[in-house]
């Protein structure tokens, strides 16, 4: 942590206006992008972060100093993304398809045509249960397991849903890249092994 870090932190700890918006302004970015990955718009992730940032300022006085202070914001900011999913859950739509196959995704490419705002614009017009389970397993790490327990489903429906996502997003960007380019040529392509997201 620098110095400038336990400056705006003390500051903020104090109730300070300056520090809580330097604190804002400085991970405002990084915050957004979570936000936005899990929110269905970009409406719906300027509330999840407002939210995220109030629970972060009412709770800055258990971060331990211990760990990246960027890394428990991002588990807030999840948290809190979670926790509108949870309220907003009757107007999201769950599907549990039973023996699907979990092999049939495998490695991949993303064309370099394809920005990262595509992506991340791509990943929100995911259904909302694919969407939330695809960025918990894919793009923050936990386990079927964790996600059962955060979500209340069960984890057959977490794999359910990740490999929905995943097979939805891979015909989204196969179809985003043919309206690109004319003839796309595989070897132009950013070859990446994207065991975990496609």
């Known amino acids: 942590m620098d110095s400038k870090e336990k400056e705006i932190i003390s500051g903020c700890l104090k109730k300070k206006r300056g520090a809580q918006k330097a604190l804002y302004d400085r991970y405002h970015p990084v915050l957004m992008g979570i936000c936005l990955r899990y929110a269905k718009s970009q409406p719906e992730a300027e509330d999840v972060l407002l939210m995220g940032f ?6 800055l006085s258990s971060y331990s100093g211990e760990g990246s202070f960027e890394g428990w914001m991002k588990k807030i900011m999840v948290n809190v993304a979670i926790d509108n999913y949870r309220k907003n859950l009757k107007h999201y739509f769950l599907v549990d398809y039973e023996n ?3 092999d049939a995704i495998g490695y991949d490419y993303i064309p370099d045509n394809i ?4 992506i991340i614009k791509t990943i929100q017009e995911l259904p909302d249960g694919y969407r939330i389970v695809f960025n918990l397993f894919a793009i923050d790490g936990y386990s079927h397991k964790e996600i059962a327990e955060k979500l209340s489903i069960s984890e057959s429906t977490s794999k359910t849903q990740l490999l929905k996502a995943r097979k939805k997003l891979k015909k989204k960007l196969v179809l985003l890249n043919s309206e690109k380019v004319i003839q796309p040529k595989a070897e132009k392509g950013l070859k ?7």
């Open 54 to 59: 109030t629970k972060i300022f009412k709770n």
């Open 100 to 102: 699907v196959n979990p």
């Open 115 to 118: 920005s990262l705002q595509e």
């Open 192 to 198: 990446i092994e994207l065991g975990r997201i496609l």
